[in-house]
Protein backbone atom coordinates (compact mmCIF):
# COMPACT_ATOMS: atom_id res chain seq x y z
CA UNK A 1 0.00 0.00 0.00
CA UNK A 2 1.01 3.41 -0.66
CA UNK A 3 1.68 6.42 2.29
CA UNK A 4 -0.70 8.47 0.25
CA UNK A 5 -3.04 8.09 -2.37
CA UNK A 6 -4.67 11.35 -3.89
CA UNK A 7 -7.88 10.36 -6.82
CA UNK A 8 -8.60 13.00 -9.18
CA UNK A 9 -11.59 13.47 -10.91
CA UNK A 10 -10.96 15.66 -14.19
CA UNK A 11 -12.48 15.79 -17.66
CA UNK A 12 -8.48 16.11 -18.71
CA UNK A 13 -6.77 12.96 -17.26
CA UNK A 14 -3.75 13.17 -19.52
CA UNK A 15 -2.92 16.51 -18.09
CA UNK A 16 -2.75 15.12 -14.74
CA UNK A 17 -0.14 12.07 -16.12
CA UNK A 18 1.70 14.09 -18.04
CA UNK A 19 2.93 16.87 -15.32
CA UNK A 20 2.35 14.46 -12.19
CA UNK A 21 4.37 11.58 -13.92
CA UNK A 22 7.52 13.82 -13.92
CA UNK A 23 10.55 14.50 -12.05
CA UNK A 24 10.37 14.00 -8.14
CA UNK A 25 6.58 13.19 -7.71
CA UNK A 26 6.71 10.65 -10.88
CA UNK A 27 9.71 8.93 -8.96
CA UNK A 28 7.28 8.82 -5.68
CA UNK A 29 5.03 7.30 -7.66
CA UNK A 30 7.45 4.67 -9.43
CA UNK A 31 8.76 3.70 -6.33
CA UNK A 32 5.43 3.61 -4.73
CA UNK A 33 5.58 5.75 -2.21
CA UNK A 34 2.48 8.13 -3.70
CA UNK A 35 0.05 7.47 -6.15
CA UNK A 36 -1.59 10.38 -7.92
CA UNK A 37 -4.55 8.94 -10.19
CA UNK A 38 -6.66 10.83 -12.46
CA UNK A 39 -10.43 9.41 -13.03
CA UNK A 40 -12.61 10.68 -16.07
CA UNK A 41 -15.84 12.06 -15.25
CA UNK A 42 -17.02 11.22 -18.48
CA UNK A 43 -16.78 7.56 -18.14
CA UNK A 44 -19.39 7.67 -15.72
CA UNK A 45 -21.70 9.40 -18.03
CA UNK A 46 -25.14 7.82 -18.84
CA UNK A 47 -26.09 9.82 -21.99
CA UNK A 48 -24.79 8.51 -25.88
CA UNK A 49 -23.13 11.78 -26.39
CA UNK A 50 -21.21 11.57 -22.85
CA UNK A 51 -22.17 14.52 -22.12
CA UNK A 52 -21.09 16.04 -18.71
CA UNK A 53 -23.05 19.64 -18.58
CA UNK A 54 -25.54 21.58 -19.05
CA UNK A 55 -27.71 24.80 -18.91
CA UNK A 56 -27.66 26.80 -15.80
CA UNK A 57 -31.00 27.06 -14.63
CA UNK A 58 -32.27 30.00 -14.07
CA UNK A 59 -30.40 31.37 -17.49
CA UNK A 60 -26.80 32.49 -17.70
CA UNK A 61 -23.50 32.43 -19.85
CA UNK A 62 -21.99 29.39 -19.86
CA UNK A 63 -22.18 25.34 -18.64
CA UNK A 64 -22.59 23.89 -15.60
CA UNK A 65 -21.49 20.27 -14.89
CA UNK A 66 -24.42 18.30 -13.83
CA UNK A 67 -23.93 16.36 -10.38
CA UNK A 68 -24.92 12.57 -11.67
CA UNK A 69 -21.48 12.06 -13.60
CA UNK A 70 -19.84 13.35 -10.57
CA UNK A 71 -21.44 11.80 -8.26
CA UNK A 72 -20.88 8.58 -9.49
CA UNK A 73 -17.53 8.70 -10.64
CA UNK A 74 -17.08 9.98 -6.62
CA UNK A 75 -19.02 6.56 -5.51
CA UNK A 76 -16.50 4.74 -7.69
CA UNK A 77 -13.13 5.81 -5.70
CA UNK A 78 -15.38 5.65 -2.30
CA UNK A 79 -16.16 1.92 -3.53
CA UNK A 80 -12.99 1.12 -4.50
CA UNK A 81 -11.77 2.38 -1.64
CA UNK A 82 -13.98 0.66 0.75
CA UNK A 83 -15.11 4.14 2.70
CA UNK A 84 -16.16 7.41 2.26
CA UNK A 85 -13.08 8.95 1.21
CA UNK A 86 -12.26 12.38 2.18
CA UNK A 87 -13.22 14.78 -1.10
CA UNK A 88 -12.25 18.61 -1.87
CA UNK A 89 -13.61 20.45 -4.67
CA UNK A 90 -11.32 22.53 -6.06
CA UNK A 91 -13.09 26.28 -5.87
CA UNK A 92 -12.10 29.76 -6.36
CA UNK A 93 -15.18 30.33 -4.05
CA UNK A 94 -13.17 28.31 -1.64
CA UNK A 95 -11.09 28.84 1.73
CA UNK A 96 -7.85 29.82 0.70
CA UNK A 97 -4.91 26.74 0.76
CA UNK A 98 -1.84 27.39 2.89
CA UNK A 99 1.01 25.16 3.56
CA UNK A 100 -1.06 24.72 7.04
CA UNK A 101 -3.50 22.69 5.25
CA UNK A 102 -0.81 20.73 3.05
CA UNK A 103 0.52 19.59 6.91
CA UNK A 104 -2.57 18.53 7.73
CA UNK A 105 -3.83 16.94 4.61
CA UNK A 106 -0.67 14.94 5.01
CA UNK A 107 -1.24 14.16 9.05
CA UNK A 108 -4.70 13.07 8.46
CA UNK A 109 -5.25 11.22 5.79
CA UNK A 110 -3.76 8.76 3.40
CA UNK A 111 -6.28 8.81 0.84
CA UNK A 112 -8.76 11.80 -0.60
CA UNK A 113 -10.44 13.20 -3.76
CA UNK A 114 -9.67 15.94 -5.72
CA UNK A 115 -12.51 17.07 -7.77
CA UNK A 116 -11.86 19.24 -10.46
CA UNK A 117 -14.59 21.65 -12.29
CA UNK A 118 -14.57 23.05 -15.38
CA UNK A 119 -16.88 25.81 -17.25
CA UNK A 120 -18.98 27.40 -14.82
CA UNK A 121 -18.21 25.11 -11.88
CA UNK A 122 -20.50 22.16 -10.75
CA UNK A 123 -23.84 21.81 -9.81
CA UNK A 124 -24.27 22.58 -6.16
CA UNK A 125 -26.10 19.46 -4.91
CA UNK A 126 -23.00 17.40 -5.42
CA UNK A 127 -21.51 19.43 -3.15
CA UNK A 128 -23.58 19.54 -0.87
CA UNK A 129 -23.86 15.44 -1.27
CA UNK A 130 -19.95 14.54 -1.56
CA UNK A 131 -18.34 17.41 -0.69
CA UNK A 132 -16.26 18.01 2.49
CA UNK A 133 -14.48 21.47 2.17
CA UNK A 134 -14.01 23.57 -1.13
CA UNK A 135 -10.42 25.23 -1.78
CA UNK A 136 -9.13 27.81 -3.77
CA UNK A 137 -5.56 28.74 -4.36
CA UNK A 138 -5.68 31.94 -4.76
CA UNK A 139 -7.70 35.54 -5.66
CA UNK A 140 -8.22 34.48 -9.74
CA UNK A 141 -9.99 32.70 -11.85
CA UNK A 142 -8.55 29.60 -13.78
CA UNK A 143 -10.36 27.86 -16.38
CA UNK A 144 -10.22 24.61 -14.70
CA UNK A 145 -9.57 22.37 -11.47
CA UNK A 146 -6.57 20.92 -12.91
CA UNK A 147 -3.98 22.78 -12.03
CA UNK A 148 -5.29 23.65 -8.76
CA UNK A 149 -5.47 19.98 -7.69
CA UNK A 150 -2.05 19.68 -8.77
CA UNK A 151 -0.43 22.13 -7.03
CA UNK A 152 -2.40 20.78 -3.95
CA UNK A 153 -1.26 17.11 -4.55
CA UNK A 154 2.19 18.52 -5.16
CA UNK A 155 2.01 20.05 -2.09
CA UNK A 156 0.81 17.50 0.19
CA UNK A 157 3.22 14.37 -2.26
CA UNK A 158 6.82 15.72 -1.19
CA UNK A 159 5.72 15.94 2.59
CA UNK A 160 5.21 12.53 2.51
CA UNK A 161 8.34 10.36 3.52
CA UNK A 162 10.75 9.40 1.36
CA UNK A 163 9.43 11.91 -1.44
CA UNK A 164 12.39 13.77 -0.86
CA UNK A 165 15.62 12.86 0.32
CA UNK A 166 14.96 14.30 4.05
CA UNK A 167 12.60 16.10 6.18
CA UNK A 168 14.78 19.00 6.51
CA UNK A 169 14.36 19.74 2.40
CA UNK A 170 10.86 20.80 3.24
CA UNK A 171 11.09 22.06 7.10
CA UNK A 172 14.07 24.70 6.12
CA UNK A 173 11.31 26.03 3.41
CA UNK A 174 9.37 29.13 3.47
CA UNK A 175 6.04 28.62 4.69
CA UNK A 176 6.66 25.71 6.80
CA UNK A 177 8.17 27.34 9.95
CA UNK A 178 5.79 30.69 9.69
CA UNK A 179 8.87 32.68 8.06
CA UNK A 180 10.24 32.51 4.63
CA UNK A 181 13.21 31.23 3.15
CA UNK A 182 16.65 32.96 2.88
CA UNK A 183 18.41 33.47 -0.12
CA UNK A 184 19.73 30.67 -1.70
CA UNK A 185 23.19 30.31 -3.45
CA UNK A 186 25.15 27.70 -6.04
CA UNK A 187 28.30 27.98 -8.00
CA UNK A 188 30.50 30.04 -8.59
CA UNK A 189 30.95 32.45 -5.79
CA UNK A 190 31.35 35.59 -8.20
CA UNK A 191 28.53 35.70 -11.17
CA UNK A 192 27.94 38.82 -12.59
CA UNK A 193 30.40 40.63 -10.91
CA UNK A 194 28.09 39.19 -7.88
CA UNK A 195 29.68 37.78 -4.80
CA UNK A 196 28.35 34.57 -2.90
CA UNK A 197 27.86 36.52 0.91
CA UNK A 198 31.46 35.70 2.69
CA UNK A 199 29.86 34.04 5.37
CA UNK A 200 28.52 31.30 3.76
CA UNK A 201 32.27 30.53 2.21
CA UNK A 202 33.45 30.73 5.79
CA UNK A 203 32.24 26.86 6.68
CA UNK A 204 31.42 28.26 10.21
CA UNK A 205 28.22 26.16 10.06
CA UNK A 206 27.03 28.09 13.74
CA UNK A 207 27.34 31.74 11.99
CA UNK A 208 25.89 30.10 8.63
CA UNK A 209 22.90 29.07 10.54
CA UNK A 210 22.48 32.48 12.64
CA UNK A 211 23.01 34.59 9.14
CA UNK A 212 20.45 32.50 7.54
CA UNK A 213 18.21 32.40 10.49
CA UNK A 214 18.32 36.44 10.39
CA UNK A 215 18.02 36.76 6.08
CA UNK A 216 14.61 34.42 6.11
CA UNK A 217 13.29 36.99 9.10
CA UNK A 218 14.69 39.87 7.11
CA UNK A 219 12.73 38.74 3.87
CA UNK A 220 9.34 38.38 6.35
CA UNK A 221 9.56 41.37 8.02
CA UNK A 222 10.21 43.30 4.67
CA UNK A 223 7.95 41.17 1.97
CA UNK A 224 5.39 39.69 4.50
CA UNK A 225 4.96 41.72 7.54
CA UNK A 226 1.66 39.31 8.22
CA UNK A 227 3.51 36.51 8.17
CA UNK A 228 5.31 38.21 10.66
CA UNK A 229 2.52 39.77 12.86
CA UNK A 230 1.65 35.93 12.99
CA UNK A 231 5.01 34.21 14.07
CA UNK A 232 6.35 33.49 17.52
CA UNK A 233 9.48 34.20 17.91
CA UNK A 234 12.21 32.38 20.50
CA UNK A 235 14.86 34.23 22.30
CA UNK A 236 17.49 33.87 19.65
CA UNK A 237 14.86 35.30 17.00
CA UNK A 238 13.89 38.23 18.87
CA UNK A 239 17.64 39.26 19.51
CA UNK A 240 17.85 38.87 15.32
CA UNK A 241 14.60 40.71 15.10
CA UNK A 242 16.25 43.98 17.08
CA UNK A 243 19.33 43.80 15.16
CA UNK A 244 17.19 44.14 12.26
CA UNK A 245 15.26 46.94 13.36
CA UNK A 246 18.47 48.78 14.12
CA UNK A 247 19.63 48.34 10.52
CA UNK A 248 16.52 49.48 8.99
CA UNK A 249 16.49 52.45 11.27
CA UNK A 250 19.86 53.70 10.38
CA UNK A 251 19.19 52.62 6.79
CA UNK A 252 16.11 55.22 6.81
CA UNK A 253 18.16 57.57 8.55
CA UNK A 254 21.10 57.51 5.83
CA UNK A 255 18.36 57.74 2.97
CA UNK A 256 16.51 60.65 4.37
C1 LIG B 1 -14.08 29.14 -14.71
S1 LIG B 1 -13.96 28.36 -13.16
C2 LIG B 1 -15.56 28.66 -12.51
C3 LIG B 1 -15.61 29.90 -11.69
C4 LIG B 1 -16.95 30.08 -10.99
N1 LIG B 1 -17.99 30.37 -11.92
C5 LIG B 1 -16.82 31.21 -9.96
O1 LIG B 1 -17.12 32.35 -10.31
O2 LIG B 1 -16.37 30.95 -8.83
C6 LIG B 1 -13.97 26.66 -13.57
C7 LIG B 1 -13.36 25.75 -12.51
O3 LIG B 1 -11.99 26.07 -12.33
C8 LIG B 1 -11.60 25.78 -11.01
N2 LIG B 1 -10.96 26.99 -10.45
C9 LIG B 1 -10.89 28.20 -11.04
N3 LIG B 1 -10.20 29.08 -10.30
C10 LIG B 1 -9.80 28.42 -9.19
C11 LIG B 1 -9.06 28.78 -8.03
N4 LIG B 1 -8.59 30.01 -7.85
N5 LIG B 1 -8.84 27.83 -7.10
C12 LIG B 1 -9.33 26.58 -7.25
N6 LIG B 1 -10.05 26.18 -8.32
C13 LIG B 1 -10.30 27.08 -9.28
C14 LIG B 1 -12.84 25.32 -10.25
O4 LIG B 1 -12.83 23.90 -10.17
C15 LIG B 1 -13.97 25.80 -11.14
O5 LIG B 1 -15.11 24.98 -11.07
Redesign the pocket.
Known sequence: MVAMHIDILTLFPDSINAVMSESILGRAQKNDIIRIEPHQIRDYTTNRQMQVDDYPYGGGQGMVMQAQPLHDCWQAVCQDAGYRVHTI??????RRFTQADAIRLKENYDRFIL????????DERFIEECVDEE???????????EL?AMTIADAVCRLVPGVLADASCFQDESHYSGLLEYPQYSRPAEWQGRKVPDILLSGNHVAIARWRRKEALRRTMLRRPDMLERYQPDKQDRKLLDELRQELAKQEETQA
Open positions: YMSAAGVCGHYEGVMSIGDFVLTGGP
